[in-house]
T-cell receptor
Framework: SAVISQKPSRDICQRGTSLTIQCQVDSQVTMMFWYRQQPGQSLTLIATANQGSEATYESGFVIDKFPISRPNLTFSTLTVSNMSPEDSSIYLC????????????FGSGTRLTVV | KQEVTQIPAALSVPEGENLVLNCSFTDSAIYNLQWFRQDPGKGLTSLLLIQSSQREQTSGRLNASLDKSSGRSTLYIAASQPGDSATYLCAPYDSNYKLTFGKGTLLTVNP
């Protein structure tokens, strides 16, 4: 199965600033996914990122707050903009590398703390 | 909207016990279901994928079953070890490739 490298692994940021998270997949994938996991909660899908098109955001998430880039079939970034303490979460990227019957692989996560 | 419930929310067992983790989902029109483990503050590690046409999958000491019609999946862990301590998450997914996660079961295996 594919390997996804995600960085940074953790960061502590000042409120009002932005952080960009990167994910690199070791094979080409059509769709990449970004999730948020707030403290004590399960994973919530932020958006789906297809190469060559705008990301599709889930209800409650907007592009101005979470802009996503997908410049090629192996790479994507998620930016958390104008951060507040409520954005403190683990952010994870994911990809499905072989179709429906091959399951999903996740990056190692980015633990973000906003102070 | 798919909703996933995992029971129990937390489980503490002595080493060597066999245990069962339960997962239920409200929309049976799923394609497949995947079980993951998550260590504290880390990403997800895939454990087992059950395709919709299958009823169970096995990997080592792990066995997962799927009953789509009743909206249930179980993860059986045999001869538990302290290294099994983690949060276990189940996630069915639909034709739109979207995973829906439960809150997980926090497993602690005591030496």
């Amino acid at each position: 199965s594919a390997v996804i490298s995600q960085k940074p692994s953790r960061d502590i940021c000042q409120r009002g600033t932005s952080l960009t998270i990167q994910c690199q997949v070791d094979s080409q994938v059509t769709m990449m996914f970004w999730y948020r996991q707030q403290p004590g909660q399960s994973l919530t899908l932020i958006a789906t990122a297809n190469q060559g098109s705008e990301a599709t955001y889930e209800s409650g998430f907007v592009i101005d707050k979470f802009p996503i880039s997908r410049p090629n079939l192996t790479f994507s970034t998620l930016t958390v903009s104008n951060m507040s303490p409520e954005d403190s979460s683990i952010y994870l990227c994911s990809a499905n590398t072989g179709g429906f019957n091959y399951g999903y692989t996740f990056g190692s996560g980015t633990r973000l703390t906003v102070v | 909207k798919q909703e996933v419930t995992q029971i129990p929310a937390a489980l503490s067992v002595p080493e060597g016990e066999n245990l069962v983790l339960n997962c239920s989902f409200t929309d049976s029109a799923i394609y497949n279901l995947q079980w993951f483990r998550q260590d504290p503050g880390k990403g997800l590690t895939s454990l087992l994928l059950i395709q919709s046409s299958q009823r169970e999958q096995t990997s080592g000491r792990l066995n997962a079953s799927l009953d789509k019609s009743s909206g249930r999946s179980t993860l059986y862990i045999a001869a538990s070890q302290p290294g099994d301590s983690a949060t276990y998450l189940c996630a069915p997914y639909d034709s739109n490739y979207k995973l829906t996660f439960g809150k997980g079961t926090l497993l602690t295996v005591n030496p």
